[in-house]
């Protein structure tokens, strides 16, 4: 059985990011920086010729994988299922702010990362089973074939742990990082790094 490459790609550096906030659902653009983060993996990746380009619905990813693979918008699969969380009224907030206006439940997210959640927001395991379901999915359909992924930290994290564990409990061993790329090769259902933020 022939291999399956996925290139797991986070979006490039934000207007967000330079903010040092919690930002997930809000849809804001790439930066100045971001957009030549992505320009330059477009060359590093000039040779790879991908199948499929799959990318989570909001801007700063499409732009992401627009500038990298030179594919038109409507040829890039969006999953829904492939967001960051949500972190209801957390977002745009930096963490000192957070502590200060929602304490209790910042201080729950601390201590039970997986159930506790942001105010109004998504807790990691209800992010975590929508990324699985729809990666799983996907992955019955794409065999043999070179994909490039463009997502979020937090998601690309839940992909990389399941993929490897079949669980959630490496999403803290991985930090995908803006402007790099990463290969994993899955054959007959065993999962091989490649290669990590090149």
Known sequence: MKETTLYLIRHSETTFNKKKVYYGKTDCPLSERGIIQSKIL???LKDEKFELVVSS???????????ITGFKEQDILKFNDFREL?????????YEEIAE???KDWDLWKRDWKNGQPTKGENFMNMYKR??????????????????????????Q??????????????WNFDFQQGKY?????????????????
């Open 131 to 156: 990324v699985i379901k729809t990666l799983t999915s996907f992955l019955q359909n794409c065999t043999g074939e070179k994909v490039l992924i463009v997502s979020h930290k937090g998601c690309l």
């Open 101 to 103: 206006k929602y304490p």
């Open 42 to 44: 477009k060359e590093k």
């Open 86 to 94: 949500n972190f209801g009224l957390w977002e745009g907030l930096n």
């Open 57 to 67: 619905p909001l801007k700063r990813c499409i732009d992401t994988a627009l500038i």
């Open 158 to 171: 839940i992909i990389a742990s399941y993929l490897l564990t079949k669980d959630e409990n490496l999403f």
């Open 182 to 198: 990463s290969v994993f090769e899955i054959k007959e259902g065993f999962c091989v790094i490649k290669k990590i933020n090149c």
